[in-house]
């Protein structure tokens, strides 16, 4: 997994915390060269739903991040094409990484809670490599992404906040 690599972004309903992190990895991808394609998904997404307006103000509050197309995405649910499809599954929880591995085992050695992979991979490590590691590990639900679901602005302002930190520090620390 190089300049090249797949990347599937995973939450749970594909409205807000996974078209966020979509949308940083590939700002980020964009601006630093990486050439990485990214996509998103939810464990648990209707098809075809509209992120929610609270997850586009938060969008807008990171000028460094061309979320535009947010207002086009329409969420989509996992399935067998998109792990085919993937070289790393980023979640935004652990429990994320769990149904993966019961739902599609094939693909356990590259789906990875984001927040682990920064919390426990070696940086300056290629990205396949830094999943690898973190992928033969149990999941831990310490490293989740807050889902802003429900909550008011200011929960999905500090979601989009947390998801920029771990989308900078997946980019800048991760060689390919």
């Not at 075809?48 to 979320?67: F, I």
């Not at 070696?122 to 909550?151: N, S, W």
Request: glycine share 10%; hydrophobic share 45%; proline share 5%.
């Amino acid at each position: 997994m190089g300049e090249g690599a797949r990347l599937l972004v995973v939450c749970t309903g594909n409205v807000a915390r996974s078209p966020m992190l979509a949308a940083m990895l590939d700002t980020l991808a964009e601006d630093l060269g990486r050439g990485w394609s990214v996509r998103s998904a939810g464990t648990l997404a209707g098809e075809g739903d509209r992120v929610s307006p609270r997850t586009l103000v938060a969008m807008a509050s990171l000028p460094e991040v061309d979320a535009s197309f947010l207002t086009l995405h329409r969420s989509h649910r996992l399935g067998p094409g998109d792990v085919a499809w993937a070289d790393a599954i980023l979640t935004t929880e652990a429990d994320h990484v769990r149904h993966i591995r019961l739902a599609f085992p094939q693909a356990a050695a590259k789906a990875v809670s984001v927040g682990q992979l920064i919390a426990e991979a070696t940086e300056g490590e290629p990205l396949a490599a830094q999943v690898g590691l973190v992928a033969v590990r149990d999941p831990e639900d310490r490293h989740d992404v807050t889902d802003p679901a429900g909550g008011d602005q200011s929960v999905y302002d500090d979601t989009a906040s947390q998801l920029w930190v771990i989308a900078r520090q997946l980019a800048f620390g991760a060689r390919g």
